[in-house]
Antibody, heavy 117, light 108 residues
Framework: QITLKESGPTLVKPTQTLTLTCTFS??????????VGWIRQPPGKALEWLAL???????RYSPSLKNRLTITKDTSKNQVVLALTNMDPLDTATYYC?????????WGQGTLVTVSS | EIVLTQSPGTLSMSPGERATLSCRASQSVSSRYLGWYQQKPGQAPRLLSHGASSRATGIPDRFSGSGSGTDFTLTINRLEPEDSAVYYC?????????FGQGTKVEIK
């Protein structure tokens, strides 16, 4: 059974760096073909694809956020970490991690991050 | 970057009716790499279909995806009250893997 869960701060100040951790079970990021992605959703708005990391450590980023995003993995801990620098109130959103190298077939419950001073 | 435009924005239907949701891409989606998701309020999205027309595990056959190139459709037959949700398409044929802006389906 595949499960994922996001963790991290619920409130960050403008200009700070957000660090979110996705802890998963039921699969391994050592397995060929596996990927984990991050997606966010501002309140009342659409989904926005952010980043993806593959089993071979290949990484893909949203071009609009590429300069601010870093995705890494710790296969021994079954975790994927997303860092987003220089946070702005417009980055307020629910952040999801999800299993999938192409489409996302399993999702975490999401974590709401608010950016406010 | 491929932009996905979904229409209509909102669909108000009655139980038992058929809903047709459209997803149009700004350029051709390679190998029909398009998926559909359902999101209910307060929940994470759920994968409905991938590869344009392959239903995900556990999805009822009332849901069917079709299309190719730049035009894709999600059809929901025999609408049920539980189908009330926002539906998103996503292309994964090229990076970044973009989502559409969503279609809200309301059941009267």
């Amino acid at each position: 059974q595949i499960t994922l869960k996001e963790s991290g701060p619920t409130l960050v100040k403008p200009t700070q760096t957000l660090t979110l951790t996705c802890t998963f079970s039921g699969f391994s990021l050592r397995t060929t073909g596996v990927g984990v992605g991050w997606i966010r959703q501002p309140p009342g708005k659409a989904l926005e694809w952010l980043a993806l990391i593959y089993w071979n450590d290949d990484k893909r980023y949203s071009p609009s956020l590429k300069n601010r995003l870093t995705i890494t993995k710790d296969t021994s801990k079954n975790q994927v970490v997303l860092a987003l620098t220089n946070m702005d109130p417009l980055d307020t959103a629910t952040y999801y991690c999800a299993h999938g190298a192409v489409y996302f077939d399993y999702w975490g419950q999401g974590t709401l991050v608010t950016v406010s001073s | 970057e491929i932009v996905l435009t979904q229409s209509p924005g909102t669909l108000s239907m009655s139980p038992g009716e058929r809903a047709t949701l459209s997803c149009r891409a700004s350029q051709s989606v390679s190998s029909r790499y398009l998926g559909w998701y359902q999101q209910k309020p307060g929940q994470a999205p759920r994968l409905l279909s991938h590869g344009a027309s392959s239903r995900a595990t556990g999805i009822p056959d009332r849901f069917s995806g079709s299309g190719s190139g730049t035009d894709f459709t999600l059809t929901i037959n025999r609408l049920e009250p539980e189908d009330s949700a926002v539906y998103y398409c996503q292309q994964y044929g090229s990076s970044p893997r973009t989502f559409g802006q969503g279609t809200k389906v309301e059941i009267k």
